[in-house]
């Protein structure tokens, strides 16, 4: 009986040698690459810290542009317009206004069948941010809905 028992643990310890040798492989080779191209980034930066001070990197000056000039994402979810929308006191009517879209983009905003696209998301977070104000003044001017007084009929 020890000699089946050991027979079948050399034979476990050879199949599991033979499984994980083909991983282990793979592996070995990534860590391989993966030391190149670290050995090919320090001799660069040694290239580019021989340069001094004067040089400047083309790819860091531009890459900083273009997050600057990026706005952030805006969260923007069927329930989050809604309760903006209805925060404002506003029909979707007078949202969709507001934003210049159409009133079923803003209901199917609503509901969840589609979503705003980055553009009218930057426009609903500026309406969001809006103080009582600047919202009163765009609503005069895109709704034409202002304090207008009532001058009484003369008798």
Do not use: C
Not at 30 to 38: D, G, K, P, T
Not at 67 to 86: F, Q, Y
């Amino acid at each position: 009986m020890a000699n089946i028992t050991q027979v079948l643990n050399e034979e476990i310890r050879r199949l599991a040698k033979k499984a994980t040798k083909s991983d282990f492989d793979n592996h070995r080779e990534q860590l391989v690459a993966l030391r190149r191209s670290v050995a090919e980034l320090e001799r660069r930066i040694k290239a580019l810290e021989k340069l001094g001070p004067s040089a400047v990197p083309v790819d860091a000056s531009s890459s900083d542009v273009e997050t600057e000039d990026r706005p952030k994402s805006v969260r923007v979810t069927a329930d989050r317009i809604l309760k903006w929308r209805t925060r404002l006191g506003l029909t979707q009517v007078q949202y969709a206004k507001l934003l210049g879209v159409s009133h079923l983009s803003v209901s199917h905003w609503e509901s969840g069948k589609t979503t705003p696209r980055e553009a009218q998301k930057r426009r609903i977070a500026e309406l969001r941010d809006m103080g009582k104000r600047e919202l009163k003044k765009l609503k005069d001017e895109r709704l034409g809905t202002g304090d207008v007084p009532v001058e009484a009929d003369a008798e």
